[in-house]
């Protein structure tokens, strides 16, 4: 029986020093068997063809690749759901079962803020928002580089707007701009978007308004007809959330002009009518930013995150602008060519693209003046 009971300690001690070996860096972050347990706080429902999807998209390529194993939470996006946000987040940190809460925009800082602090162990990411960044050590925000997208789509915008030989691209070199806020967030898509024309065409001039609301598409599309029919704007980039889409409107109604969408790619999401007329659009990134992120976690690099800003950009996939369908197909080959030349530039760090955010000389506000028609 002593030399059973020998064996037998043998074997579970054996056992416990083999379950004690190197762990991973995921081990580390942890994880277990290197794969995260990640759960998606949507303040809105699937569906939106923009951020949420996004989101989406990056985590299921990352469960596909076996990397992390997710739960969506919908949580509704109307003001009567709002109180569920607060609720839910409550639920998810108390349940210690995620190794990372996703949430993002504009609408949830201060929820988290507020359950973050309350469990400073659970860890959490935001993306598209910046409102408490540092103040958390347990929260990692995530922000686009707005402005470096912005450019490319000013090279693209200024270059298409002397090319008369396409339809509804008239001799007067001005292009137009829909924001939903005059705000530094819209304005530093404005200030790339600016510099961009600058650089490629210092003639073209902007038509900059602001709807001062992301939800009146009817008010956006009153701005672009007035674009459109007073100042022979003949491409429209709205950068104001669903207020953008009436410039799309405008567009297609006037049949004199061509749009352009922001965040995620409206070809494929507007009516067919306002998709036909939609030559690309700039991109947010979100699902692939995600996938950045978990590379990072996986390098034992993402303690060094948490508690800060993480600004994304070209190179990490955070930013970008759509390239095929309408883009290849309308647009003048020297065209596609000057944005692709463009953005091997910034992304090289050899056009550095000024930004709005934090800029206390109102740079963009000043040059937007300036190129006024």
Do not use: H
């Not at 009436?246 to 297609?252: I, M």
């Not at 955070?318 to 000057?338: E, R």
């Amino acid at each position: 029986m002593k030399k059973l009971l020998a064996l037998m300690l043998a074997l579970i001690l054996a056992v416990a020093a083999f379950g004690c070996g190197e762990k991973t860096p995921a081990d580390e972050q942890g994880s277990e068997d290197g794969v995260y347990n990640v759960v998606s706080l949507v303040n809105g429902n699937l569906g939106d063809k923009s951020f949420f999807d996004s989101c989406e998209s990056g985590l299921k390529a990352l469960q596909d690749a076996g990397r992390i194993t997710y739960k969506t939470i919908e949580m509704g996006g109307t003001d009567e759901d709002q109180p569920k946000w607060l609720e839910t987040l409550y639920e998810v940190a108390e349940s210690g079962e995620y190794d990372l809460i996703i949430c993002g925009t504009y609408q949830m800082p201060d929820y988290l803020k507020e359950v973050a602090t309350e469990y400073p162990d659970q860890k959490f990411l935001i993306y598209d928002d910046t409102t408490y960044v540092g103040e958390n050590s347990n929260v990692v925000n995530f922000s686009y580089k707005q402005n470096d997208m912005g450019y490319l789509v000013g090279v693209f915008a200024a270059s298409m707007t002397s090319a008369t030989e396409v339809a509804n691209i008239n001799p007067e070199k001005v292009v137009g701009f829909i924001g939903g806020v005059d705000s530094p967030v819209i304005n530093d898509f404005l200030y790339g978007f600016l510099q961009g024309i600058k650089d490629t065409d210092p003639e073209v001039k902007v038509d900059t308004r602001y709807v001062n609301s992301y939800v009146d598409a009817p008010l956006a599309k009153e701005l672009g007809i007035s674009m459109i029919n007073d100042n022979a704007c003949d491409i429209i980039w709205g950068v104001a959330g669903l207020s953008g889409n009436g410039g799309a409107e405008a567009a297609a109604e006037t049949g004199k002009s061509w749009f352009i969408g922001v965040d995620s790619d409206q070809e494929l999401t507007l009516p067919e009518e306002q998709a036909a007329i939609t030559l690309t659009s700039g991109l947010k990134n979100i699902g692939q930013s995600l996938i950045w992120f978990f590379d990072k976690w996986d390098a034992g690099e993402a303690d060094a995150l948490f508690g800060t800003q993480v600004n994304l950009g070209l190179n990490e996939g955070g930013v970008g602008i759509v390239t095929d369908k309408n883009f290849a197909k309308i647009a003048p080959q020297a065209v596609q060519d000057a944005v692709l030349a463009a953005q091997e530039k910034v992304a090289s760090g050899e056009i550095t693209v000024p930004t709005a955010i934090g800029d206390e000389t109102n740079g963009a506000v000043a040059l937007r003046d300036s190129m006024q028609p």
